[in-house]
């Protein structure tokens, strides 16, 4: 059996692709800051594949590296890596927006995937196979009022994951992004700090697409044949043309 690793498994898109994995007899050791909720996880999917659970902020190098070496035996070789883990934080102008901000999305979108990366792709290297699945954003092809940074650093996952793939070729190892359009989760919570009526907002008026959706395709991503690389997907909810082109009948 298989072993993949997420990023950001304890909610959204994360939490739904190892469901979804889980299914396919992949086992899986799920990544996130809230242990609670990765135990709950483990807990619901530990009759169908062997679940590992690792605790720690994709901003704490340390606590990354330390993390994946602590990893037993039985989970030591990681077939497939899910580079999840993001946020937004606040939708301001350049102008006024918060360095915090910046710093936050710059450490976990860009920072944090790169970490993560680095402590599994020289196991990969050694087994001569494996396969890295970036979740990009629609953010990460083009920019949107007020998206400045977030976008920066969603357009930095696109250039990585294009590198990645020119670098690990020789390697064997399969490198693809999933860039999703309006998606319904946590994110909006957290990109308006806990304003739920501005966050349920974005939501309204249209079907956006659901983490399930993005968990389905990064499930049939996964287990095409070995020869066969998904390089790079860009999905929309229907109602939804671009980054700021939206069909709104509500």
Known sequence: MKTALITGATSG??????IELAKHHINLVICGRRQERLDDLQKELSDMV???TLCFDVRDKEKVF???ESLPAEFGTIDILVNNAGNAHGMDPIQTGSIDDWDAMIDINVKGLLYVSKAIIP???DQKSGHIINIGSIAGKEVYPNGNVYCASKHAVDAINKGMRLDLNAH???VGAINPGLVETEFSNVRFKGDNQRADSV??????LTPKDIADI???VVTRPYHVNIADLVVYPTAQASAYVLNKTL
């Open 13 to 18: 898109i994360g939490k739904s692709t190892a």
């Open 218 to 220: 990064i499930a049939f």
């Open 172 to 174: 064997r190892i399969r």
């Open 66 to 68: 330390e993390s994946i």
């Open 123 to 125: 196991k990969m290297i």
């Open 203 to 208: 939501y309204k008026g249209y079907d956006p």
């Open 50 to 52: 062997k679940v590992h």
